[in-house]
């Protein structure tokens, strides 16, 4: 039996239509995207044509202009010997206490808004104080300004605290002649604590703030034999969080570092020579090479001179 293969054609269909059709709708669709990217390019082609081209304007320096406002506010034969600055009205402009040596008083000038400053306020030190420097700081956290003024002449350290919240006087010890004074925060209680430079003892006096707003005596600690320490700061100098004193011997002509415990202690200086002398006189202290570690810049008395010194490690 002869079997056939029996195929039957299948219906044809055009589809050339359809081609047609779809090849229309994907430029539809993809004529906004064509576009928006053509837009973009165009955009960024400009742009860095206006970078490239457009010529770049030079940052005018600074030629140091200082212009003299104020020929002499203080008095005559008033023996300035130091000023601090700091808000003391709480009104934004920046005021100034000036320390009168001779007279033994210091003076309170208000900045005012014309680029002048007011006299306001004169407070005796005492009898005999010869007050030499002064450090502004909230003593007693009430958000006014207080004053602390190194008395050479009466062996002491004068506390005026502002808004008429009453004045304290701390000894220095007997012949210790203090000649300047700093505040930081040496142990952990948040009340600041104050450190005097003691010329005449050879020593630095350390007053640890209490929460009564008064301090403890002085622990001193010394600088060396005939160091006559002129000038004291304080700083982070080894970077451990725990802060430090430095102080510059005007007679041996050095500086000296204590290095903080953090529990209001200190461990003993740390001599650095200066050259022969130089007899420092004033330090300040800043990051000046950016490296993050505290620099010294100290001027020098006995060589008119000005000593950078950066710390290195």
Request: charged content about 15%.
């Amino acid at each position: 039996m002869n079997k056939s293969l029996n195929c039957v054609q299948s219906k044809k269909f055009d589809i050339s239509h359809y081609l047609q059709g779809s090849s229309s709708g994907m430029l539809n669709n993809l004529l906004p995207i064509l576009m928006a990217i053509l837009c973009i390019m165009i955009i960024i082609t400009a742009i860095i044509i206006i970078c490239f081209t457009t010529p770049k304007s030079e940052v005018k320096k600074c030629e140091l202009n200082f212009v003299r406002k104020n020929s002499n506010p203080i008095e005559y034969n008033y023996g300035p010997q130091a000023v601090s600055l700091g808000d003391f009205n709480n009104d934004s402009w920046m005021d100034m206490v000036i320390v009168n040596s001779l007279v033994n008083q210091i003076d309170i000038y208000f900045g005012l808004n014309d680029e002048t400053f007011s006299k306001e306020f004169s407070y005796s030190t005492g009898i005999s104080s010869n007050p030499i420097m002064s450090a502004v700081n909230d003593l007693n956290k009430d958000s006014y300004l207080d004053i602390v003024v190194a008395n050479y002449g009466r062996h002491s350290i004068g506390i005026f605290y502002g808004y008429v919240a009453g004045q304290r006087t701390y000894s220095t010890g007997n012949n210790s002649y203090p000649y300047s004074v700093a505040a930081g925060y040496f142990n952990d209680d948040v009340q600041l604590d104050l450190v005097t430079a003691n010329f005449g003892s050879n020593t630095i006096g350390v007053f640890l703030g209490s929460d009564n707003n008064s301090f403890i005596s002085q622990r001193t600690y010394s600088t060396g034999s005939y160091s006559s320490p002129y000038s004291v700061a304080v700083g982070y100098f080894n970077n451990d969080t725990r802060l430090d004193i430095i102080v510059i011997n005007y007679d041996n002509s050095k500086f000296g570092i204590f290095l903080g415990h953090g529990d209001g202690t200190f461990d003993g200086i740390i001599l650095f020579s200066m050259p022969y002398g130089s007899h420092p006189f004033s330090l300040a202290l800043a990051d000046f090479n950016r490296n993050g570690k505290l620099d010294i810049a100290v001027i020098n008395n006995g060589t008119d001179s000005l000593s950078l010194y950066l710390q290195t490690c």
